[in-house]
Nanobody, 123 residues
């Protein structure tokens, strides 16, 4: 059974940094592609970054240059390094996975989801 558990959320001042982690189990990382999603208060969940099984990455424009998605396949752990945080980055961050080699943040067929971790950016 695939399980994903996020950690690393918290409160940070605008301009600061956080590193989110997503510990996975029950699957072989090399056969899955993964993504990070953001749900701002009162808004729908949105894909923001994805990583293919060959570690190619894709970002939406609003986080490009500020956020970095990476993966440690040996430990089945996904990361999201977030720099230059803004108030609009506040929300719940989810990691997700699906079988396949190529993922894009706007894909709507991710199969497995974590419970989310809260990020609050204050000025």
């Amino acid at each position: 059974q695939v399980q994903l558990v996020e950690s690393g959320g918290g409160s940070v001042q605008s301009g600061g940094s956080l590193r989110l982690s997503c510990a996975g189990s029950g699957y072989t990382a090399s056969s899955y592609c993964m993504g990070w999603f953001h749900q701002a208060p009162g808004k729908e969940r949105e894909g923001i970054a994805a990583i293919d099984s060959d570690r190619s990455t894709t970002y939406i424009d609003s986080v490009k240059g500020r956020f970095t998605i990476s993966q440690d396949n040996a430990k089945n752990t996904l990361f999201l390094q977030m720099n230059g945080l803004k108030a609009e980055d506040t929300g719940i961050y989810y990691c997700a996975a699906r079988v396949g080699w190529i993922c894009r943040p706007w894909d709507n067929d991710f199969e497995y989801w974590g419970q989310g971790t809260q990020v609050t950016v204050f000025s």
